[in-house]
């Protein structure tokens, strides 16, 4: 993957959802990522669904097309497929991103050389 964009923590990371059922973490965040920023590459182990609620966010998964979506859209995260999101208008993303998770489960992996920190993403 080429990256597009500055690499940042999300603006906001709210957790909206955190409830454990028939063993799997069901896991849901509201965050806002700053217009022209990005994700560094990063995988997800069970993969996640991101849904806009304003902004523009470009996808870019490895071996796929960049993928846009607006408000109003979603778009699914592939299992173990290095990837990132970048808010490509001028107009901070704000979005929910959903996973499920096996216990002790990361919700993603860092792996982008030089970007480790940002893995503290969530939560802010």
Known sequence: LEPVGTPSVLKQSTRVLDETADGIRHL?????????????????????????????????????????????????????TPMYGYASSTEDATFFDSFNLAPGEETWSVIELGQEELSGNFDR
């Open 28 to 80: 849901v965040y509201r965050e806002v990522r700053a217009a022209g920023t990005r994700s560094p590459i990063h995988i997800h182990s069970s993969g996640g669904v991101t849904c806009l609620i304003s902004g523009e966010m470009t996808l870019f998964v490895e071996g796929l097309p960049p993928s846009v979506s607006r408000a109003g859209d979603c778009y699914w995260m592939p299992a173990n």
